[in-house]
């Protein structure tokens, strides 16, 4: 069973940045479709950024020019970074990651962007 475990949520002002990670725990996490999706109280849950095993990329409207995803397969890990973040970036950000049938979701990490 893949275990992923995200960090770098917090709090930030609006204009900052943040950098998210999610580290799995599998040596072949290069293999995997990784993504991150962000999910609000009440709302439905939204594809943020993702990453193939190619290392193609997209993102979402709301987010293009603003974030970055990126890998590093040495450390088995996928980083999200997050500038010029908006109020409306406020939510719960989650980590997912996908290979063949099988879908695992990371626990998910608080990102609150306020002044």
């Known amino acids: 069973q893949l275990q992923l475990v995200e960090s770098g949520g917090g709090l930030v002002q609006p204009g900052g940045s943040l950098r998210l990670s999610c580290a799995a725990s599998?040596?072949?996490?290069?293999?995997?479709?990784r993504a991150w999706y962000r999910q609000a109280p009440g709302k439905q849950r939204e594809l943020v950024a993702a990453?193939?095993?190619?290392?193609?990329?997209n993102y979402a409207d709301s987010v293009t020019g603003r974030v970055t995803i990126f890998r590093d397969n040495a450390k088995n890990t996928v980083y999200l970074q997050m500038d010029s973040l908006k109020p409306s970036d406020t939510d719960v950000y989650c980590c997912?990651?996908?290979?063949?049938?099988?879908?695992?979701w990371g626990q998910g990490t608080q990102v609150t962007v306020s002044s």
């Open positions: 599998t040596s072949i996490f290069r293999a995997y479709y």
């Open positions: 997912y990651a996908r290979i063949l049938l099988s879908a695992y």
């Open positions: 990453i193939n095993s190619s290392g193609s990329t």
